[in-house]
């Protein structure tokens, strides 16, 4: 079994205020690749105020950097330290991951999620995000696949969307929205740190990946020959 932590390239972008659900889904304008958490890590809405409405759209990013193993995966888990913050049911807490075509380093990375068009990437799987804690999705067989074609060669990026830009459905106007607060790979040591945790066929041993220098005593149980630093 091996872990992979999500690189410090992770990130969220959102649409800014826009006058439709269509151009919320497909203009990024906010870019952060350095807090260790944000409350509107996923944002899905339309509200009101001074006569204006308007909708909204944010999305997270992560990266995998699987180029350091070997062998061919059977199973993996995506997990992410969030708390849903929007209405409480289950479609607004839920977290989506879609394959990206790459980790965003600017506005204009906002639809890496998009294969072509407004299609998503590969679907890897969902998750639910109520309470602060840990929450694990399991990766679908397309996402498996996804992740063999990345192994020994590159890095497999995820954009985690809310259930609204999931099924490109527009909220209604102060009507139920997906509000979910992620942490990042910024946050102090590896214990809320977004990652990746991958079962190899055979054979394979225990791996951590992605793990800063200064934080390598804080993982345990670890030989430090099983360190890829």
């Not at 001074?50 to 062998?71: K, T």
């Not at 790459?102 to 969902?126: D, K, W």
């Amino acid at each position: 079994m091996s872990t992979v932590y999500a690189g410090s390239s992770d990130c969220y972008i959102g649409s800014g205020a826009q006058t439709s659900w269509a151009n919320a889904r497909s203009n990024g304008n906010v870019f952060n690749s350095s807090l260790a958490n944000y409350s509107f890590g996923i944002y899905n809405i339309y509200t009101g105020g001074r006569g204006v409405n308007s909708f909204f759209c944010v999305r997270s990013y992560f990266g995998f950097d699987l180029s350091g193993l070997s062998g061919t995966v059977s199973s993996a888990t995506i997990s992410i330290y969030a708390k849903n913050l929007g209405t409480i049911d289950d479609p607004e807490a839920t977290v989506h991951f879609k394959e990206a075509t790459s980790v965003p380093t600017g506005t204009s990375g906002f639809t890496n999620c998009f294969s072509s068009g407004t299609t998503f990437g590969t679907a890897l799987g969902s998750t639910t995000t109520h309470g602060l804690q840990y929450h694990d999705a399991s990766v679908l067989s397309g996402g498996i696949t996804a992740i063999n074609n990345k192994i020994g060669s590159g890095t497999l990026a995820v954009a985690a969307v809310g259930d609204f830009d999931n099924s490109n459905t527009a909220p209604s106007l102060s009507g139920d929205y997906a509000k979910i607060a992620i942490y990042f790979s910024e946050s102090s040591g590896t214990s809320n740190d977004p990652k990746l945790t991958l079962t190899f066929t055979s054979g394979y041993t225990h791996t951590v990946i992605g793990v800063a220098s200064g934080d390598i005593a804080k993982v345990k149980g670890v030989a430090t020959a099983d360190i890829d630093k």
